[in-house]
Nanobody
Framework: QVQLVESGGGLVQAGGSLRLSCAASGAILSIYSMGWYRQAPGKQREMVAT??????DYADSVKGRFTISRDNAKNTVYLQMNSLKPEDTAVYYC???????????????WGQGTQVTVSS
């Protein structure tokens, strides 16, 4: 019922920038929040940034470097990543907290993930 399609990952040198996009589609009735999480090899998935309405929240490790934004008309969330570091290397997952015309609110819609690799 809900699909999340991510794009924008890739390989970049330390200090570089990338912009991730995630477009949500399907029978979406209401979006409560959208966000980005990441999982590095051998580590648990962690929150990177979320946006609820106009309120953004960031992990301490990315504050001042990453910016999350949202296009409500397109049901799309973006993550602008600047000053990338090797420790930012991970698979980045888009998350959606939404209700649909057929189901109640569900905070666990996930994209397929996009690899971000930062070389030193």
């Amino acid at each position: 019922q809900v699909q999340l399609v991510e794009s924008g990952g890739g390989l970049v040198q330390a200090g570089g920038s990338l912009r991730l996009s995630c477009a949500a589609s399907g029978a979406i009735l209401s979006i409560y929040s959208m966000g980005w999480y990441r999982q590095a090899p051998g580590k648990q998935r962690e929150m990177v940034a979320t946006i609820t309405g106009d309120i953004a929240d960031y992990a301490d490790s990315v504050k001042g470097r990453f910016t999350i934004s949202r296009d409500n008309a397109k049901n799309t969330v973006y993550l602008q990543m600047n000053s990338l570091k090797p420790e930012d290397t991970a698979v980045y997952y888009c998350n959606l907290d939404a209700s649909t015309y057929f189901s109640r609110r569900n905070p666990d819609y996930w994209g397929q993930g996009t690899q971000v690799t930062v070389s030193s």
